[in-house]
């Protein structure tokens, strides 16, 4: 068997086109990766923005908790709004972020603690199948 190509690509180029004819070039590759990546990156963006909104609506649920406890349980409601201070921080550190300084922590959490993160894939996949479930029904 040879090991020639089933067709020559002696003369492609990295223009997109040719005569108005596209022609496969490492341009094409680039573009198309880097509109994936794109999409991508808009992506994880939404789902941050998305999560920075229910990480939001924790504070907001802690606030109505302590309110409904009133003063009758002042240990409770000082540790509640600890949490909710610790929650706020949270959100307020995944909106500051780019997604490469995201994806960069989540490295460094994987290399730092593999069981851990095997078992937050392990919930966050639970977590998103019982939703696709519930939007399915």
Avoid: H
């Amino acid at each position: 068997m040879t090991d020639q190509l089933p067709i020559d690509a002696s003369d492609w180029n990295d223009d997109d086109t040719s005569d108005g004819v596209a022609v496969p070039g490492s341009n094409t590759l680039d573009n198309l990766l880097d509109f994936f990546r794109g999409r991508l990156i808009a992506m994880v963006e939404d789902a941050r923005d998305s999560m920075v909104g229910q990480v939001r609506g924790l504070t907001s649920l802690s606030g109505l908790l302590t309110d409904a406890l009133g003063a009758n349980a002042a240990p409770v409601t000082r540790v509640v709004g600890d949490y909710a201070g610790s929650i706020n921080s949270i959100a307020d550190a995944l909106e500051q972020k780019s997604v490469e300084e995201l994806v960069e922590d989540g490295r460094e959490l994987v290399r730092a603690q593999p069981a851990a993160a095997v078992g937050i894939a392990i919930a966050i996949g639970f977590l998103a199948g019982r939703m696709l479930k519930a939007a399915r029904d």
